[in-house]
C-alpha cells in the first residue's frame, strides 16, 4: 500500500550538510496527508533509534535531543515527498537513515508504531 524511497546519503565531514528525501508512493484512492512520517536511524552494532517526525499535515514536529536544532524534518503532500536537512553533522550521525509511515499511533519515537519502512540510505561522517 506504501512504498518508500529514501534517497541523499552519502560521505560528508564533519560540520557538513546533507539532505535526505523519501519518496512516498501510495496505492489508488490513499493519500500521503493521512500518513505520519517519522525518521529513524541506525549505526553499525546498535539498535534503532528515533531521530524525527512529523505529522500528518506538518503542524507539529519532534526531535530526538540527540538532533534538536540541528536536523529539520519537513514533508511536501503536494509531491508526496518527506525530508530530513542534516545540518553541523558529527561523526556519531554515522548511520542509515530509514523513513518510516504510520497512519495511527500516539509515541512518535516508537519504532514499533510505524507500519511501512523504506530500504534506507546511508550517512556517513568523517572527523
Known amino acids: 500500500q506504501v512504498q518508500l524511497i529514501e534517497s541523499g546519503g552519502g560521505l560528508v565531514q564533519a560540520g557538513g550538510s546533507l539532505r535526505l528525501s523519501c519518496a512516498v508512493s501510495?496505492?489508488?484512492?490513499?493519500?500521503?496527508?493521512?500518513?505520519?512520517m517519522g525518521w529513524f536511524r541506525q549505526a553499525p552494532g546498535k539498535e534503532r533509534e528515533f531521530v524525527a517526525a512529523?505529522?500528518?499535515?506538518?503542524?507539529?514536529?519532534y526531535y530526538s535531543d540527540s538532533v534538536k536544532g540541528r536536523f529539520t524534518i519537513s514533508r511536501d503532500n503536494a509531491k508526496n515527498t518527506l525530508t530530513l536537512q542534516l545540518n553541523s553533522l558529527k561523526p556519531e550521525d554515522t548511520a542509515i537513515y530509514y523513513c518510516?509511515?504510520?497512519?495511527?499511533?500516539?509515541?512518535?519515537?516508537?519504532?514499533?508504531?510505524?507500519?511501512?519502512w523504506g530500504q534506507g540510505t546511508q550517512v556517513t561522517v568523517s572527523s
Open positions: 518510516a509511515a504510520r497512519e495511527y499511533g500516539s509515541r512518535w519515537s516508537r519504532s514499533d508504531e510505524y507500519d511501512y
Open positions: 501510495l496505492a489508488s484512492g490513499r493519500t500521503f496527508s493521512r500518513y505520519g
Open positions: 512529523i505529522t500528518q499535515i506538518g503542524i507539529s514536529t
